[in-house]
């Protein structure tokens, strides 16, 4: 059974960082491309970040240069490093492994940018 496991989350400042972790069981996050989404209240969830197994990753036009996504393979797990945070960053974040026909997500992380 595959388990996807968020944490990081948290209550921020604007301009403050955090950083989210997504730990697999199994080896599913180092094999296979993974992704962060995030949803705001009201609002469909949406794409924030990629990394494929080899390391290329992708990211948003409006993370660019703020968040960084990486992958420990050891750990099995992914993070999203988040710096410069803004209240529109506010929203539930989830990991995403695109192993198997449909992935897998985890249950999200609550991350609230407000001063």
């Known amino acids: 059974q595959v388990q996807l496991v968020e944490s990081g989350g948290g209550l921020v400042q604007p301009g403050g960082s955090l950083r989210l972790s997504c730990a697999a069981s199994?080896?599913?996050?180092?094999?296979?491309?993974s992704g962060w989404y995030r949803q705001a209240p009201g609002k469909q969830r949406e794409l924030v970040a990629t990394i494929t197994s080899g390391g290329s990753t992708l990211y948003q036009d409006f993370v660019k240069g703020r968040f960084t996504i990486s992958r420990d393979n050891d750990k099995n797990t992914v993070y999203l490093q988040m710096n410069n945070l803004k209240p529109e960053d506010t929203a539930v974040y989830y990991c995403?492994?695109?192993?198997?026909?449909?992935?897998?997500w985890g249950q999200g992380t609550q991350v609230t940018v407000s001063s």
């Open positions: 995403k492994s695109y192993y198997g026909s449909a992935g897998y």
């Open positions: 199994g080896s599913i996050l180092r094999l296979y491309a």
